[in-house]
């Protein structure tokens, strides 16, 4: 299948600002580029780039926490972050009268992990591990020449012992749980006033440029119960920056019939806008941190 140009994805983009909808209905999928920014990442395109199957459910016994990191290292890694920049909000939360302690935190981010991993699919460990296979398409398992030929997470499916693409997916996936500055950097999501979505957009369209994607957190108001997604191209308009949505609750074969689900952000009040998410969902963040998260995942293989 041959790709689509980047940039062109989004021509024709119609927008409904107005009620904080977007809609891909009119999107074109035009050879030229003209008035498109160029890139220097590889072009992720979800009809070759995606999974050919959709997001998957936890196994039967999802493992512990425990077997991945040990409580002191991972209170030690929080006390170091906190000691940083980054960690300046974070810790005046820890240290009102009312909020938690530190051991709690420690302690909430392992029962979060043991009762969230993959209970509601593997969505960030899909997604970082697309956007690898993109990148990178010798680490693609199994002589495969894209993700979209792979279409169970189990394949080879003759050989029970071997599950390569679970294996990628799920050792992403789980990074993201104990990995402490995967947590802090998402602490914005609490309240969305914290996140800054004028910069986000400068940072989400930098990221798309230089490496083809961008993969973000989306949620409502129980951040636990959030979504991660890969933004991959974008249009800027007088009105909006729009972005086109991988989601890994669909396989590639979806992108071939539909256009992309897409979200956005108002240029002049820089609000969120979020397409068929609303309702859903009503926040949204990227951090540049799931980019090096994602990075010791490839190396540990």
């Not at 016994?61 to 906190?82: A, H, I, N, W």
């Not at 009762?115 to 010798?138: D, N």
């Not at 914005?188 to 957009?201: F, G, H």
């Not at 957190?217 to 800027?236: A, K, P, Q």
Request: charge should be negative; aromatic fraction near 10%; glycine fraction near 8%.
């Amino acid at each position: 299948m041959t790709r689509i140009t980047r940039r062109a994805l989004l021509c024709g983009l119609s927008l409904s600002a107005g009620v904080g909808a977007l809609s891909a209905a009119s999107l074109k999928r035009s050879q030229s580029t003209s008035d498109m920014d160029s890139t220097d990442g590889q072009e992720f395109d979800p009809r070759i780039d995606g999974f050919g199957f959709e997001n998957y459910a936890t196994p039967p016994v999802p493992p512990e926490p425990t077997e991945f990191v040990s409580r002191r290292e991972l209170r030690e890694e929080l006390t170091g972050r906190l000691e940083t920049p980054l960690g300046t909000r974070v810790t005046d939360t820890l240290q009102a009268d009312s909020g938690p302690r530190l051991g709690t935190v420690v302690d909430e981010i392992y029962t979060n992990a043991n009762r969230l991993f993959g209970t509601k699919g593997y969505c960030y460990g899909m997604v970082a591990a697309a956007q690898w296979y993109c990148e990178e398409p010798a680490a693609v398992p199994l002589e495969r020449d894209s993700a979209s030929q792979i279409g169970h997470v189990n394949e080879p499916l003759e050989d029970d012992a071997v599950a390569p693409v679970r294996d990628d997916i799920e050792r992403f996936h789980r990074q993201q749980f104990l990995d402490a500055e995967s947590w802090l950097r998402r602490w914005a999501l609490l309240s969305p006033d914290w996140i800054d979505y004028e910069t986000q957009a400068r940072e989400l369209r930098a990221a798309i440029d230089e490496f083809g994607s961008a993969g973000i957190t989306i949620s409502g108001e129980d951040v636990l119960n959030g979504h991660y997604l890969l933004l991959y191209d974008y249009e800027v308009n007088d009105a909006d920056v729009v972005f086109a949505v991988y989601d890994p609750n669909d396989a590639a074969e979806r992108y071939v019939e539909d256009p992309p689900p897409v979200i956005g952000i108002q240029i002049d009040d820089h609000e969120p806008l979020f397409g068929s998410y609303a309702g859903t969902y009503d926040r949204f963040l990227f951090t540049p941190a799931d980019r090096a998260i994602s990075a010791r995942g490839r190396v540990d293989r």
